[in-house]
């Protein structure tokens, strides 16, 4: 604990707390201050001028990070048939259907994203009490409801991010690790500001974006320019 509570100090000795940063700046320090024995996730956090809990005010959707996530995803398919083979060729790591829906309703859940056919959502819509809390439920607004199961894992596995507000108007996601370079984890984060761009709600009022900032998973964080940040993501 001694030697991470100084690595953690060390760290927060490099950024400036008052300071906001251009992302170049932010991606450099947020990797050097990545001193753990294991490869951190980077993660991006972002605070909204919504009010999620009005529902003409709630951002949700998907995004494709140009150089992935680094991590290994597990996805699972509720399909039938043809669909069910064509989700194993493609990748998917558990393929079900009233079988799968048993294992998750034992609290078997051994996947970090799900998918579904059209076909199969009375039976995955007896599961919302259980996915829904965890981040699962298959939504057709966000793909994962789809006839394409191949393009569906193949996105899931490829570095799809999905993000939701949170109560307090804030968006977390990972963009990548911090072995990655700093052009790539700059890439993902302008990746990601563009897709919460598009996605800013009708109830949107005054400032969308309001404060941004990168942080490693044991790393101290860092303020990000936000008016430079968006102008960056524009021009890109």
Do not use: W
């Amino acid at each position: 604990m001694a030697k991470t509570g100084k690595r953690l100090r060390q760290a927060k000795e490099q950024v400036d707390r008052e300071r906001t940063y251009p992302l170049g700046e932010a991606v450099a320090l947020v990797k050097q201050g990545a001193k753990a024995k294991f490869d951190e996730t980077v993660e991006m956090s972002v605070g909204l001028g919504v009010d999620p809990r009005h529902a003409d005010q709630m951002v949700r959707g998907v995004v494709a990070l140009p150089h992935g996530t680094g991590k290994t995803v597990r996805v699972a398919v509720f399909a039938k048939g043809d669909k069910a083979d064509a989700a194993r060729e493609a990748g998917a790591d558990v393929v079900g259907d009233d079988d799968l829906a048993a294992d998750v309703q034992a609290g078997k859940i051994e996947f970090d994203r799900c998918i579904a056919t059209p076909d199969m959502m009375p039976v995955v819509g007896k599961l919302g009490r259980i996915l829904g809390p965890r981040g699962l439920m298959p939504n057709p607004k966000l793909g994962t409801v789809t006839p394409d199961v191949t393009e569906a894992v193949r996105a899931a596995k490829g570095g799809q991010v999905e993000f939701r507000v949170e109560k307090a108007g804030i968006v977390h996601a990972g963009i990548g690790k911090a072995s990655f370079d700093e052009q790539a984890l700059a890439a993902n984060a302008r990746a990601l500001v563009d897709a919460l761009n598009r996605a800013k709600p009708s109830g949107a009022k005054g400032t969308y974006m309001k404060r941004a900032a990168l942080s490693s998973s044991q790393g101290p964080g860092v303020k990000l320019d936000v008016a430079a940040l968006q102008a960056e993501t524009a021009a890109s």
